[in-house]
C-alpha cells in the first residue's frame, strides 16, 4: 500500500502577510538559488467531479507554472519532486475524497488534499467551496493553494509538525500569491 501525505491545512490566523522564504524577484536565502533541472516533469489536471464547475484551462496553467516555481526551490532535503517524470492533479467531489481518506488514512471524513508519493495530487473541490466562504477567497484560490500544497509534498516539505507547518504555509502562500 501506498502511503499518503495528507493534511487538511490549518489557516486559523492566516496572515496575508508573505515573508521572505519564497521571492521570485530578490532573496537573500541560500534556499532560492535554483537548481538547474535538466527535464522538468510534466503535469496534468484532470476534473473527475461534478459538484462544481471549475476553469479548467485556467487551472492547468497555474498549474504548469507552480510546478516550474516548485522545482527550482532549494532545500536541505532531498528534491523528490524534480525526480518525477509527470505529477497527477485530480479534481474530486468530497464523496470520493472520503473514500481516499478512508481507504488509505482509516478516516471516513472529506479533506482538502491528499498526495501520494508516487506523484499523485487528490483536491476535492467541495471542500474548497466550503474553506473559501470561510476564509473569505474563491474556490479557484484554495484550488491553486491545493495544488501547491501537493506540490510542495512532492518537493519534500511535511507539515506534520508546527514548525514543518508553518514553514510550508509561508511557501505555498507566497508561491501562490507570486502566480496570480
Known sequence: MIEPRITL????????FLDSWYDPVVSTSSLLNPP????????T???????????????????RR????????????????A??????????????????HR???GQATPTDVITFQHGE???????????ARRFGTSAEHELRLYIVHGLLH???LDDKTPTGAAEMKRVQEKLVASLL
Do not use: H, Y
Open 9 to 16: 491545512m490549518t489557516r486559523m490566523g492566516r496572515r496575508k
Open 36 to 43: 538547474v533541472v535538466d527535464d522538468p516533469p510534466s503535469i
Open 45 to 63: 489536471v484532470s476534473n473527475r467531479q461534478r459538484m462544481m464547475p471549475v476553469k479548467l484551462s485556467a487551472l492547468r496553467e497555474f498549474a
Open 66 to 81: 507552480a510546478l516550474n516555481e516548485c522545482v527550482k526551490l532549494r532545500s536541505p532535503r532531498p528534491n523528490w519532486l
Open 83 to 100: 525526480e518525477f517524470q509527470e505529477v497527477s492533479v485530480v479534481l474530486v467531489s468530497d464523496r470520493r475524497m472520503t473514500e481516499l
Open 103 to 105: 481507504r488509505f488514512l
Open 121 to 131: 495530487i487528490f483536491v476535492s473541490t467541495e471542500t474548497a467551496r466550503r474553506q
Open 154 to 156: 512532492l518537493f519534500g
